[in-house]
T-cell receptor
Framework: GAGVSQSPSNKVTEKGKDVELRCDPI?????LYWYRQSLGQGLEFLIY????????KSGLPSDRFSAERTGGSVSTLTIQRTQQEDSAVYLC????????????FGPGTRLTVT | GENVEQHPSTLSVQEGDSAVIKCTYS??????FPWYKQELGKRPQLIID?????GEKKDQRIAVTLNKTAKHFSLHITETQPEDSAVYFC??????????????FGRGTQLTVWP
């Protein structure tokens, strides 16, 4: 079946602009996660959705970052007033149950802020 | 919160040899430990996982061991092949409360298998 998909695959934006990143989870998966991977680094947790609610937003690095999930499916991560330090690969994952077990990742969106 | 440390950061082995990557975690409440393989420019792939009620799990050439007392877990790859070359990440999940679902990742190990 289809895996997790993300769009766009690459995004180049100017400092100060807003960007929206999209994630389509595996059909039927109730939980959705956003992570960030900076060059040569591990994965940093950003936010987690259980259905449409986000019980854990503690990983968002600043109030410029927000995310929503509608209809228990697609999620959008928005970064306002982008900064150069926001440059990274943003990865989305989903899992069937809300316990976090067996998270499957999408291909990521590579964000470059110039 | 949880802190996961991973060693070594780089590992080179000859084809056919075994490779071992080790991780430690800080929170004794962690109960789920997945391993991901990430090839260059690709998504992380879940290759094996273990839950805290099990000490060892095997899947063909890959095995994971867990020592809850010492709070460490390891990935073992036997009969390595060049296609095993990738970055491997360990992770841990507390799996309860407000952090349910959050994975805490190690910094990764670059494995290179020489033919």
């Amino acid at each position: 079946g289809a895996g997790v998909s993300q769009s766009p695959s690459n995004k180049v934006t100017e400092k100060g602009k807003d960007v929206e990143l999209r994630c389509d989870p595996i059909s039927g998966h109730t939980a959705l996660y956003w992570y960030r991977q900076s060059l040569g680094q591990g994965l940093e947790f950003l936010i987690y959705f259980q259905g449409n609610s986000a019980p854990d937003k503690s990983g968002l690095p600043s109030d410029r970052f927000s995310a929503e999930r509608t209809g228990g499916s697609v999620s959008t991560l928005t970064i306002q007033r982008t900064q150069q330090e926001d440059s990274a690969v943003y990865l989305c994952a989903s899992s069937f149950l809300a316990d976090g077990y067996e998270q499957y990742f999408g291909p990521g969106t590579r964000l470059t802020v110039t | 919160g949880e802190n996961v440390e991973q060693h070594p950061s780089t590992l080179s082995v000859q084809e056919g040899d075994s490779a071992v990557i080790k991780c430690t975690y800080s929170d004794s409440a962690s109960n789920y430990f997945p391993w991901y393989k990430q090839e260059l420019g690709k998504r992380p792939q879940l290759i094996i996982d273990i839950r805290s009620n099990v000490g060892e799990k095997k899947d063909q050439r890959i095995a994971v061991t867990l020592n809850k007392t010492a709070k460490h877990f390891s990935l073992h790859i036997t009969e390595t092949q060049p296609e095993d070359s990738a970055v491997y990440f360990c992770a841990a999940s507390i799996g309860r409360g407000s952090t349910l679902g959050r994975l805490y990742f190690g910094r990764g190990t670059q494995l290179t298998v020489w033919p």
